[in-house]
């Protein structure tokens, strides 16, 4: 392992699921902070097909990959799933009032 991974491995226990977590519902307790993770996903393509060309899709799968991390962790915790809803229906409310 090289002393970079081992610097990274270390930062990640130090920095639990449940940090992390704690984190999410920081951020999603503000409606503000809700948009933001609701844009954070979008433009991660989660909620969209990553096809296209093959430099593009592999850019794209790896935006992707770490916009499922963080959905995975919201879908984690129900606090998050809670606020993650309320985020869907502040977004769609916002789309029907364009």
Do not use: Y
């Amino acid at each position: 392992m090289t002393p970079e991974e081992l610097k990274h491995q270390q930062i990640d226990r130090r920095f639990t699921v449940k940090d992390r977590i704690e984190v999410l519902r920081w951020i999603m307790d503000s409606a503000m902070g809700r948009q933001f993770i609701w844009w954070l996903l979008s433009e991660a393509k989660i909620f969209s097909s990553t096809l296209g060309e093959h430099h593009e899709m592999a850019f794209t799968e790896g935006k992707r990959s770490m916009g499922l991390r963080v959905f995975g962790l919201i879908q984690s915790d129900q606090r998050c799933e809670d606020l993650f809803s309320m985020a869907k229906k502040e977004q769609n409310k916002g789309t029907e009032e364009t």
